[in-house]
């Protein structure tokens, strides 16, 4: 009998059975974190783009969440500025992948398989991956809170045939759904999944305090960040190794992460 999605719910909201490593992209030529598993050899990586004015160190422990889980997470801190360039962004995220997938992380040596990479993102990080991936080989795509870029992540969006999943808060005063992750999902070519977290804002993804708050509407909310650490672990894992085990999550409501009801931006088969 496969699990029901409450338990793989509950399962992935729980740190999953890797040590986990933290070390410095600036290392190997992008300042950013990343985030791994102590070994592991052909492991999939995600690059993950930060909101706007966001440090990636309010990522921090879905980073660590996801590489518990033996996902490479790697976050570049560029672009951080008031004006930033979504296109020099997207350019990063996928510089980053690459740098993960040919460098050998931590002490024993950690590798990523290059053809089990992912692209992610919250607010305009979010839809900086959009754009990153109509240049980068990856297989899959999230996003939370995406945000509009420059070009349009919507026409990029109409170009790309990888999974994606994108969750938006209903409470987003910043990136509104119906013209940022809701317009996405619609416009992606592939196979999409557009969920609304209840009870959240902007930024409910987000951790720790920061002097963006005074300007941007929204505070860190704990269930918000149960659930997107639960979700992308579950979605990365699905199409980024294969396993159908975390499958019935994907196509199952749970509370306060439903999924969108209008059959333009449904999951399909992937």
């Known amino acids: 009998m496969a699990p029901k999605p409450k338990h793989l719910l509950e399962e992935l909201s729980h740190p999953g059975p890797h040590e986990v490593l933290r070390g410095n992209l600036g290392l190997v030529g992008v300042p950013g974190v990343v985030y791994t598993p102590r070994a592991g ?17 309010r990522y921090r422990e879905l980073l660590r969440h996801l590489a518990s889980w033996g996902i490479v ?13 979504h296109r020099l962004f997207a ?3 996928g510089t980053t992948l690459e740098l993960v997938t040919k460098v050998r992380l931590g002490p024993d040596g950690i590798s990523v398989d290059p053809a089990k990479l992912g692209l992610a993102g919250h607010s305009t990080g979010g839809g900086a991956a ?9 297989k899959a795509v999230a996003t939370v809170n995406a945000a ?22 209903d409470g987003d005063l910043v990136a509104p759904p119906v013209g940022h992750a809701e317009a996405i ?4 070519e592939g196979p999409a999944q557009l969920r609304y977290l209840g009870k959240s804002s902007h930024l409910g993804i987000t951790e720790g305090r920061h002097w963006s708050g005074l300007l941007l509407h929204g505070k860190p909310h704990r ?15 699905t199409h980024l190794t294969g396993t159908d085990k975390y499958r019935p999550l994907l196509e ?16 399909a088969d992937a």
């Open 41 to 57: 050899l052909g492991l999939p990586a995600i690059a993950f783009g930060h909101g706007w004015l966001q440090p990636p160190t």
């Open 73 to 85: 997470a790697a976050a570049p801190a560029t672009q951080r500025g008031p004006l930033p360039s």
């Open 91 to 93: 350019t990063d995220l």
């Open 130 to 138: 959009v754009l990153s991936a109509a240049e980068a080989d990856v």
């Open 148 to 169: 509009q870029t420059i070009p349009p992540a919507t026409e990029v969006a109409r170009r790309l045939t990888v999974p994606s999943l994108h969750l938006a808060a």
């Open 185 to 188: 999902a619609k416009a992606w």
């Open 223 to 237: 269930g918000t960040q149960r659930l997107v650490r639960a979700l992308l672990a579950a979605f990365f894992l």
């Open 252 to 267: 199952a409501d749970v509370k306060n992460a439903t999924i969108a009801t209008d059959d333009s931006v449904e999951l």
